[in-house]
Structures are given as structure tokens and as C-alpha cells.
């Protein structure tokens, strides 16, 4: 049994072109990881490689059951993780190494309910809804960052449909004669104007 990951040749490349390829492979790379520690005897690279290929095809295809597994037993890892820490920390007879091993028990302990909530988000996704902003207020001030400030001067001020020429109001406040199209209409005399005027 070989401990070497088999690498077959494509066409038009180079042994050393399909090792690269081969090392880029990440399917190839957990393989590597995995066989090195042992951890169940030893497994031939290249079937974990395989058999890593088959699980990312069934996640692309849809199937989320590895994965979905994979989270309950890490979950239970981690929880199995945290009672031993625990219980070593409420054991320990000083003070640091009982503060030490209570502070991995509980991080061991989040980490299992972070697992846990990445697998509800897995099996319900959250739905995502997209608004549009909407400014409701009087005055509303909106500051991206520091806005350099304008150089050149716009050639029309805002206010231009109030004006007839720059410079020049439209309104004069002057009183105006009755116009041809309704001539019953005129402008209001002496007599009935207002005797303070509004500034």
C-alpha cells in the first residue's frame, strides 16, 4: 500500500504540471491533513482523497446530509469537550489553573452552540429581505466620510427658475395691469388693498 497520493497525467502535461495540479486540489490537501494524524490507523491518501470528491459533489448537487452531520457530531465533540474541562477546572487546586481550564470549558461550550446555530441556519435559512432607503424627516443630514470640498463654482445657481435673467426676480412686487384674457379681473385699488403690508 502506497503512502503517496496517485496523480494521473493529463493530456499535454508535465509530471510536474499535474503534481501542482494535484497539491492545489483541495479535496487533496484535507486528504494529506487527515491521513497525517493517524487518528483511526492508517488510511491510503488517495481513497480519502476519493472518497472527500465524492462528499464535495453530493454538497454541489445539493445534498447538505455530510455536512449536516458532520455539525451534530462536532457539536457533540465540543460538548463532550466542555463537561471534561469543567470538570478538571472544579477540581484543580489552584486558583489559576482552575480559572485557565474554566475559561477553555466555556469557550468549548460557545463554540458547541455556534456549531449548533450554524446548523438551524443551515436547515432554515434566514430569508433576506432587500429595501430600498427611505429619508422620513424634515432634516435629514447623511455624512459619507469627509466629502472633499467643491473647487469650481456651477455655472447655474438653484434657484434659477425663480429668475428671469441672473440677477433679476421674476416677482417685483409691483402691481401689475389686467391682462387681455380676462379683462373683468383687475388689480386691486387703493381703496381695498390691505393697510399694512406683509414683509
Do not use: W, Y
Not at 30 to 51: D, F
Not at 53 to 63: E, F, H, L
Not at 164 to 188: C, I, K, N, S, Y
Amino acid at each position: 500500500m502506497s503512502d503517496a497520493l496517485e496523480v494521473k497525467l493529463a493530456k499535454d502535461e508535465t509530471e510536474g504540471q499535474a503534481l501542482a495540479r494535484a497539491c492545489l486540489v483541495p479535496e487533496n490537501l484535507s486528504a494529506a491533513v487527515i491521513t497525517s494524524s493517524n487518528m483511526l490507523g492508517k488510511a491510503p491518501i488517495t481513497e480519502v482523497a476519493r472518497e472527500l470528491k465524492r462528499q464535495t459533489a453530493a454538497i454541489n448537487s445539493g445534498d447538505m446530509t455530510r455536512a449536516e452531520n458532520m455539525l451534530v457530531a462536532q457539536a457533540h465533540t465540543l460538548d463532550v469537550l466542555f463537561g471534561q474541562l469543567a470538570s478538571r477546572g472544579m477540581a484543580a487546586k489552584h486558583l489559576d489553573t482552575m480559572d485557565g481550564l474554566l475559561r477553555l470549558a466555556l469557550k468549548a461550550q460557545n463554540q458547541s452552540r455556534a456549531t449548533l446555530q450554524t446548523l438551524v441556519e443551515l436547515k432554515t435559512p434566514k430569508q433576506v429581505a432587500f429595501v430600498k432607503q427611505a429619508n422620513i424627516g424634515n432634516q435629514v443630514q447623511v455624512n459619507n466620510g469627509n466629502a472633499p470640498a467643491r473647487t469650481r463654482k456651477t455655472e447655474k445657481p438653484q434657484n434659477e427658475l425663480l429668475e428671469a435673467e441672473h440677477g433679476e426676480r421674476l416677482d417685483t412686487r409691483e402691481a401689475g395691469t389686467a391682462g387681455g384674457a380676462d379683462p373683468a379681473m383687475a388689480t386691486v385699488g387703493g381703496k381695498h388693498r390691505a393697510a399694512k403690508r406683509r414683509g
